[in-house]
């Protein structure tokens, strides 16, 4: 089975045959594996369409899209912000892992160094009556020179079953060639995953800061809807006030008196609903910025009055790449970069390793002996591996890896399809909420209207008390429709920026 093209194979046998100086050089020529090339993903012209409709303001005013909630002019909400990007727990979480992928890193940039270390022992032996040794005790004493008597007396090895001491002290080295790139390869994939754990927790943050804002909104909307729940109540009770008066005096029947007090207690029973609400969000918050329960309730009392992003700070446009805005797509595509350099390191299995070892060291039956140079020894030289059978275990790594990129690949067109539907139905919803603001107002400015031409029509006794509460109702109903279109169209303006990228800076990745 040929992995590489006949050309490429040819290249590098030639490289070997002419000589390890010219093999050392040209290492980088020889890398098997495919090349990661980097994909660019354009706009569908539906979503460009969508956006070239859109009500475009961030131009004039400047918003930037690392620090997009700036632009709603709230500096509570930016206060959350900080606090949140300061002390989330899951983005400190996001953040560790960038530090584990680096260390990945160094770890796989050392795999083409040099390795070396030094090692010292001290072992008490005894060998076996049976073992090799019981060969030398056969072989007879050693010959002297001459035939005759050794004048410094006769050699004899050891009984073989007599204990001995072995002292050892030394350093070894190793080197393995990257002939055919499989360490280079790896690197690649380690920088690759190092690269995508920053981008992922960029991920995080935009997650973070698109939720806090949404979060704060709805505070903020809850918030709304209590007031105008407890100003509703205010007018309904003086208008009960004024009913039970009017009945004392005879001017007015039980029924309105009691339209009023069912009137009044419907208002009643919505309040705790909403303090609920608000009391939730708080809570969210806090938690969102690493602090206890009710730990913001002292900043988040400087309440502004209004929902923020429920009118204007609308972003200028799609941005040209949006695959180069959004962190999700980068990790993606690192991950399929990474996912292809694996390639590489399984095909480079089937090819011959080169490796240059060496050992020297001091060894010795006694500790004197041991500094002197005849204790020396020293093994070093190339060693080649080739790999002739594995079964199968190789070529399975080889699909394994292939199988790999191919899923990493789909995941990466997965998220890019992704984002152009999340932008696409993030700028739908924002021309919705803006019709619907605009809508809700209108409906307010007439239902005040017609409350006001309605007591004033009781107050002169040309209709009920029933009018007025029908009238009542109607605007609070108006009202809170006004309220839940500012706060959705403030998420939708949410939802787009988080579409968009917005909470991270491209520029700094």
């Not at 350093?171 to 990257?178: Q, R, T």
């Not at 429920?310 to 949006?322: F, K, N, R, T, Y």
């Not at 809170?480 to 939708?492: I, M």
């Given at each position: 089975m040929k992995l590489i093209r006949l050309s490429y194979a040819a290249l590098c046998s030639s490289l070997m045959r002419a000589g390890p100086a010219l093999v050392l050089s040209s290492l980088a020529a020889c890398t098997v594996g495919p090349d990661f090339v980097a994909a660019r993903a354009s706009p569908p012209p539906a979503v460009t369409a969508a956006s070239s409709r859109q009500v475009l303001g961030a131009a004039e005013s400047g918003i930037g899209m690392a620090a997009w909630w700036t632009a709603l002019n709230d500096p509570t909400l930016n206060d959350v912000e900080r606090r949140a990007l300061q002390g989330n727990l899951d983005l400190g979480e996001a953040l560790t892992r960038i530090e584990s992928a680096r260390a990945s890193l160094r770890i796989a940039?050392?795999?083409?160094?040099?390795?070396?270390?030094?090692?010292?022992?001290?072992?008490?032996?005894?060998?076996?009556?049976?073992?090799?040794?019981?060969?030398?005790?056969?072989?007879?004493?050693?010959?002297?020179?001459?035939?005759?008597?050794?004048?410094?007396?006769?050699?004899?090895?050891?009984?073989?079953?007599?204990?001995?001491?072995?002292?050892?002290?030394?350093?070894?080295?190793?080197?393995?060639?990257?002939?055919?790139?499989?360490?280079?390869?790896?690197?690649?994939?380690?920088?690759?995953?190092?690269?995508?754990?920053?981008?992922?927790?960029?991920?995080?943050?935009?997650?973070?800061?698109?939720?806090?804002?949404r979060t704060y909104m709805m505070l903020r909307g809850a918030e709304e809807r209590l007031r105008l729940l407890s100003e509703n109540r205010d007018v309904v009770a003086s208008g009960l006030r004024i009913a039970r008066d009017r009945q004392e005096r005879g001017a007015a029947t039980r029924y309105d008196a009691a339209t009023a007090a069912t009137q009044l207690s419907a208002i009643e029973a919505q309040l705790p609903a909403a303090e609920r609400a608000a009391s939730e969000a708080r809570n969210a918050l806090a938690f969102l910025v690493g602090s206890e329960p009710h730990g913001l309730d002292a900043l988040l009392k400087n309440d502004s009055g209004r929902v923020p992003g429920a009118e204007g700070a609308v972003p200028a446009g799609l941005p040209s790449d949006l695959a180069r805005a959004r962190p999700d797509i980068r990790s993606a595509e690192a991950a399929l970069h990474a996912a292809t350099a694996r390639i590489g390191v399984a095909k480079a299995d089937f090819y011959p390793s080169f490796s240059l070892t060496g050992s020297f060291g001091l060894q010795s039956l006694t500790l004197g002996n041991l500094p002197e140079w005849q204790s020396r020894q020293f093994i070093a030289g190339p060693v080649l591996r080739l790999p002739f059978f594995e079964g199968g275990r190789l070529k399975g790594r080889v699909d394994l890896a292939r199988a790999d990129e191919k899923a990493a690949a789909i995941r990466y067109r997965a998220i890019v399809l992704r984002a152009w539907h999340e932008v696409d139905d993030a700028l739908f919803a924002l021309r919705s909420e803006d019709l619907r603001v605009r809508a809700a107002g209108q409906g307010v400015e007439q239902s005040r209207i017609a409350l006001h031409v309605s007591q004033r029509r009781y107050a002169l006794g040309a209709n009920g008390y029933l009018d007025v509460l029908i009238a009542q109702r109607a605007q609070l109903e108006r009202e809170n429709e006004l309220v839940s279109a500012r706060t959705d169209r403030a998420l939708a303006l949410t939802a787009l920026y988080k579409a968009l990228g917005g909470g991270w800076s491209p520029a700094g990745a």
């Amino acid at each position: 089975m040929k992995l590489i093209r006949l050309s490429y194979a040819a290249l590098c046998s030639s490289l070997m045959r002419a000589g390890p100086a010219l093999v050392l050089s040209s290492l980088a020529a020889c890398t098997v594996g495919p090349d990661f090339v980097a994909a660019r993903a354009s706009p569908p012209p539906a979503v460009t369409a969508a956006s070239s409709r859109q009500v475009l303001g961030a131009a004039e005013s400047g918003i930037g899209m690392a620090a997009w909630w700036t632009a709603l002019n709230d500096p509570t909400l930016n206060d959350v912000e900080r606090r949140a990007l300061q002390g989330n727990l899951d983005l400190g979480e996001a953040l560790t892992r960038i530090e584990s992928a680096r260390a990945s890193l160094r770890i796989a940039g050392a795999g083409g160094l040099p390795r070396a270390g030094g090692a010292a022992s001290y072992f008490r032996e005894r060998s076996s009556t049976n073992g090799t040794r019981s060969l030398a005790s056969s072989a007879g004493p050693a010959p002297d020179a001459a035939g005759g008597d050794d004048p410094v007396g006769t050699t004899v090895a050891p009984p073989a079953n007599a204990p001995f001491d072995l002292l050892q002290a030394g350093f070894d080295a190793s080197w393995e060639i990257d002939l055919w790139g499989k360490n280079r390869r790896n690197r690649e994939a380690a920088r690759a995953d190092a690269q995508g754990a920053i981008f992922d927790s960029e991920v995080a943050r935009i997650s973070l800061s698109a939720e806090v804002a949404r979060t704060y909104m709805m505070l903020r909307g809850a918030e709304e809807r209590l007031r105008l729940l407890s100003e509703n109540r205010d007018v309904v009770a003086s208008g009960l006030r004024i009913a039970r008066d009017r009945q004392e005096r005879g001017a007015a029947t039980r029924y309105d008196a009691a339209t009023a007090a069912t009137q009044l207690s419907a208002i009643e029973a919505q309040l705790p609903a909403a303090e609920r609400a608000a009391s939730e969000a708080r809570n969210a918050l806090a938690f969102l910025v690493g602090s206890e329960p009710h730990g913001l309730d002292a900043l988040l009392k400087n309440d502004s009055g209004r929902v923020p992003g429920a009118e204007g700070a609308v972003p200028a446009g799609l941005p040209s790449d949006l695959a180069r805005a959004r962190p999700d797509i980068r990790s993606a595509e690192a991950a399929l970069h990474a996912a292809t350099a694996r390639i590489g390191v399984a095909k480079a299995d089937f090819y011959p390793s080169f490796s240059l070892t060496g050992s020297f060291g001091l060894q010795s039956l006694t500790l004197g002996n041991l500094p002197e140079w005849q204790s020396r020894q020293f093994i070093a030289g190339p060693v080649l591996r080739l790999p002739f059978f594995e079964g199968g275990r190789l070529k399975g790594r080889v699909d394994l890896a292939r199988a790999d990129e191919k899923a990493a690949a789909i995941r990466y067109r997965a998220i890019v399809l992704r984002a152009w539907h999340e932008v696409d139905d993030a700028l739908f919803a924002l021309r919705s909420e803006d019709l619907r603001v605009r809508a809700a107002g209108q409906g307010v400015e007439q239902s005040r209207i017609a409350l006001h031409v309605s007591q004033r029509r009781y107050a002169l006794g040309a209709n009920g008390y029933l009018d007025v509460l029908i009238a009542q109702r109607a605007q609070l109903e108006r009202e809170n429709e006004l309220v839940s279109a500012r706060t959705d169209r403030a998420l939708a303006l949410t939802a787009l920026y988080k579409a968009l990228g917005g909470g991270w800076s491209p520029a700094g990745a």
